[in-house]
């Protein structure tokens, strides 16, 4: 005699489902997080790389390489990444790049333009428009002061007898390993920085850079005034194609300041008076290159006098946990 075979009740197979969905939905956080854990570890490694060509770079030339390099004829300022790029071997990227003429020069707009792999952290998403030119999400430390280059030589400019910028980064820097006297590892050479929404019709509080209309002497009056302003104030739009081009130095393509702690928001005080923000898509904080190619990963929570003290080279500041 032939034995009946049993089958899954309709009740049966529905409880099966919903296992198998429960099963998936507790995998897929754990999927997504080592997904992200190896996004942050590229991250960490093209900062690495970034610590190897400035090293590079100071050996040959006894400094790191200008924060701002003005061109012979033109204007535009060249990043350090357009200065390091043949220590990356990107050596074909490097002779497109014309330093004797600004960088919107036509003969570099093809340079303008290029995408570099190593410029680019994974984690982070890209809204800009096409036409930005080539990304980037590693930014130079101009220091912890607000001035945008160096002080005015004219009594009657309003930035006349300001502190120049303290970071290992600015206008025409030549700041080698013997002017890091609070040391190389305990000095920020680089950090991440997420790419803007790329529309002034849009405010992007993590990624656009405001305008308060305000003009901070200090960095705590910075810090103050770029949290009272209305966020949702279109009107308070400063820049929002944050993070191209890549070869262009400009606070808000290349440079950062340790006047915000990380992932707070960025801010610029025209004429001459900056408070851009080290950030990041990775949950927590920041990514941390210090000047002696060491990355930290440092957390939203450090304090700020910490933060800051990283941003010196020269302040003498006695630094807490990070």
Same mark, same amino acid.
């Given at each position: 005699m032939l034995r009946k075979r049993s089958a899954f009740t309709l009740v049966e197979l529905l409880v099966v489902i919903a296992i198998i969905g429960v099963l998936i939905a507790l995998l897929l956080p754990a999927i997504q997080a080592a997904r992200e854990a190896a996004r942050r570890s590229q991250c960490t490694n093209n900062l690495k790389q970034f610590g190897t060509a400035l090293h590079n770079y100071h050996a040959a030339r006894n400094c790191f390489p200008a924060g701002r390099k003005n061109p012979d004829t033109g204007t535009g300022q060249f990043s350090l990444h357009a200065q390091l790029l043949k220590y990356f071997e990107e050596g074909n990227v490097a002779a497109m790049v014309n330093m004797k003429v600004g960088f919107a020069d036509p003969v570099n707009v093809v340079a303008l333009n290029t995408k570099v792999g190593l410029f680019l952290c994974p984690s982070d998403t890209d809204l800009l428009p096409a036409d930005a030119g080539g990304r980037n999400n590693y930014y130079g430390n101009q220091g912890s002061g607000v001035l945008n280059g160096l002080p005015s030589t004219d009594p009657s400019n309003t930035n006349f007898g300001m502190p120049a910028p303290n970071g290992p980064f600015y206008n025409d820097s030549k700041v080698g390993a013997r002017d890091i006297i609070d040391g190389?590892?305990?000095?920020? #050479? +680089?950090? *991440?920085?997420?790419?803007?929404?790329?529309? &002034?019709?849009?405010?992007?509080? *993590? /990624? !656009?850079?405001?305008?308060?209309?305000?003009?901070?002497?200090?960095? !705590?009056? #910075?810090? &103050? &005034?770029? %949290?009272d302003m209305d966020?949702?104030?279109?009107?308070? &739009?400063?820049?929002?194609?944050?993070? =191209?081009?890549?070869?262009? =130095?400009? %606070?808000? /393509? /290349?440079?950062?300041? %340790?006047?915000?702690?990380?992932? !707070?928001?960025?801010? +610029?005080?025209?004429?001459?008076?900056?408070?851009?923000?080290?950030?990041?898509? %990775?949950?927590?904080?920041?990514?941390?290159?210090?000047?002696?190619?060491?990355?930290?990963?440092?957390?939203? *929570?450090? =304090?700020l006098v910490t933060w800051r003290g990283l941003g010196s080279r020269n302040g003498a500041e006695i630094l807490g946990e990070y």
């Open positions: 190389l590892s305990k000095t920020a #050479a +680089m950090s *991440e920085k997420m790419t803007g929404d790329g529309s &002034q019709g849009v405010s992007s509080l *993590e /990624t !656009d850079t405001f305008k308060p209309g305000t003009y901070p002497k200090t960095a !705590d009056e #910075a810090l &103050q &005034q770029c %949290h966020p949702s104030d279109l009107g308070k &739009q400063g820049v929002s194609i944050v993070g =191209a081009p890549w070869i262009q =130095a400009y %606070h808000s /393509t /290349t440079q950062y300041y %340790h006047i915000l702690p990380p992932n !707070d928001r960025s801010c +610029m005080f025209p004429p001459g008076r900056i408070a851009t923000t080290a950030n990041s898509r %990775h949950a927590g904080g920041v990514n941390l290159l210090l000047c002696d190619s060491a990355v930290r990963f440092i957390s939203n *929570e450090i =304090a």
